[in-house]
């Protein structure tokens, strides 16, 4: 994802509704996201589908790797032996 422009990527909630289109032709050009503001506070960010999809990806991986850490942490691992056994069980039940 691009980083963001302060002067160029910030556009008040009245201005973005009055000329959309121009805003999301200028996203699909410069691949910067544009927060949109209310009341001079950040409401919302307009992402490319592929930075969202990036991100969506990303969090879902570092939530797995959590997941996994927390099962280390809390002893539900398996040794390699356990592991192959539990496969071996699982690939005959099938």
Do not use: C
């Not at 589908?49 to 990303?58: A, I």
């Amino acid at each position: 994802m691009k980083t963001i422009s302060i002067k160029n990527d910030i556009v008040p909630i009245a201005e973005f509704k009055t000329s959309i289109s121009k805003w999301f032709k200028g996203l699909q050009g410069t691949g910067h996201p544009v927060i949109i503001t209310q009341n001079g506070k950040p409401a919302g960010v307009l992402l490319s589908p592929d930075d969202y999809d990036e991100l969506v990806y990303r969090r879902s991986f570092i939530d797995s790797v959590g997941r996994g850490i927390a099962d280390v942490d809390s002893g539900r691992t398996y040794s390699t032996k356990e592991l192959r056994a539990a496969l071996a069980s699982r690939r005959a039940r099938e």
